[in-house]
């Protein structure tokens, strides 16, 4: 996906974890880790983020 300058986009990033894994909280940067934004998430119930 391309997403021009000043422009936005809503949708999903997926993780497979194991099934006896908890995941408590996520980190997502966009280029490669290289961009100088990172999301952070909180998880409680459910981890589902929308980014």
Do not use: H, W
């Not at 993780?15 to 940067?29: E, L, V, Y």
Request: glycine residues 8%.
């Amino acid at each position: 996906m391309t997403i021009a300058p000043c422009e936005t986009a809503l949708g999903y990033v997926c993780f497979k974890a194991p099934t006896a894994s908890r995941i408590t909280k996520i980190q997502f940067t966009m280029e490669s880790g290289f961009a100088d934004n990172t999301a952070n998430g909180a998880c409680r119930d459910r981890c589902d983020y929308g980014f």
